[in-house]
């Protein structure tokens, strides 16, 4: 599939540009080039020169805040966002929870939560998993007991992404016991700020915290706050992820670290002549610029898809499994390409930057982090081999 653009979209593209030029902070341009973890008020902050100029939240229709973008518009926005190293706003509010409150949610709840996601001022985050349901993840255990008016939940939720930066959880609890896993699953709206709500850190294998263990000890969630139906839990569920799966690949993202390790690959030498230049190294770097390019035209259909409001079926969980190989690939190569300078490595660089003097060139400093880092990508968002099960069953009919 080929893009040519419109004298619009042409208009649109250069509009983009200007505008990160002038108001994409260096700082921030510079931690995500170096894949440096941004702290919650760096988010915030992003967020909002986004919001303020109505870009934030590019799939949202017009109605609820949105910018009406065409899905060439919205392509050329993420295209312009990865070419000027702009890091994403946290997904968990914008594309997850209000993709799900705009579909699924009551005209209150609507009217209450879609403004506060816009303006950063409620963040959220993800509650799917359990100690003992990931994949499997209608496994569920935590319960959420109808009192009155109220929901009473207990159980925890774990690998829960940046919840130490939210102060809201989209949450799926079970609600009563079906004939199958999946029923009695519901989704409850949880403000995290109650106060038995414990967030506890995992720190990663990159040495940082993103991660976290959430635990509900008796938290009272209004009746309101439920999503759907009873019992609806499980729909919705597939509904958001298929939105996240989606987000998960980033193809302009991918185009940058590439640019990035063919640069490592030229400065650095390989028996006097620059890595680059040597058929093995040549061939790893062609395999993976092919495998973008097709990941792109799959991306493109995606959005498409997502456009004239269909379903996202197998096709999302396609993206994702090429979109985190593709990624990981980048990163390993990267780590190979600089060989010994990699080992000294120290997981905060990717936080909190560096101020030590190099050992070795500037590049290396976050490769191996990023390489760590970059292990969980098959994992988070259902992993690789479940949406290789999705695919079989689905688009196969295995
Ligand atoms: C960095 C990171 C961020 C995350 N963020 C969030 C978040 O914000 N919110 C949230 O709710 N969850 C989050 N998760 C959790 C993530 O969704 C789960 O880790 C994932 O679904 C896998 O579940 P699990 O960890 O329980 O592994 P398990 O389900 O125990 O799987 C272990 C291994 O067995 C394989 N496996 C399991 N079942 C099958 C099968 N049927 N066929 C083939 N292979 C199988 C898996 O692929 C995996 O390799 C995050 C995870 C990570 C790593």
Known sequence: MQLSFSAEDRAFQQEVRSFLKDYLPPRRRAQER??????????????????????????????????????TQRFIFEEELGEAYAPRPLPYGL??????????????????????ILSAEDLWCQGYSEPGAGSDLAGLQTRAERRGDRYVVNGTKIWTSYAHYANRCFCLVRTARGARKQDGVSVLLIDLERPSVTIRPIIGLDGLHYLNQVFFDNVEVPATDLVGEEGDGWKIAKYILGHERVGVA?????????????????????????????????????????????????????????????????????????????????????????????????????????????????????????????????????????????????????
């Open 95 to 116: 594309v997850m929870c209000g993709s799900m409150l705009i579909r699924f949610g009551t005209p209150e709840q609507k009217a209450f939560y879609l403004p506060r």
């Open 34 to 71: 170096l894949g440096i973890a941004l702290s919650r008020d760096e988010y915030v902050q992003w967020h909002r020169i986004l919001y303020e100029r109505g870009w934030v939240a590019p799939t949202w229709p017009k109605e609820y805040g949105g910018p009406g973008w065409t899905v």
């Open 250 to 398: 980033s193809f302009a993202r991918a185009r940058k670290l590439l640019a990035r390790l063919k640069k490592i690959a030229a400065a650095e030498r390989d028996a006097g002549r620059p890595l680059i230049e040597t058929d093995a190294f040549r061939r790893k770097v062609a395999e993976i610029e092919i495998e973008l390019t097709s990941l792109q035209t799959t991306g493109l259909r995606v959005l498409a898809a997502l456009s004239a409001d269909r379903e996202v079926g197998p096709e999302a969980s396609l993206l994702k499994i090429r979109g985190t190989e593709v990624e990981q690939r980048i990163s390993e190569l990267m780590s190979e390409a600089i060989a010994w300078y990699g080992h000294p490595y120290d997981g905060p660089v990717l936080k909190d930057g560096w101020n030590e003097p190099p050992i070795g060139p500037d590049y290396a400093a976050t490769v191996n982090p990023f390489y760590f880092f970059w292990r969980k990508a098959s994992i988070s968002g259902g992993s690789n081999e479940i949406q290789r099960n999705i695919i079989a069953k689905r688009t196969l009919g295995l």
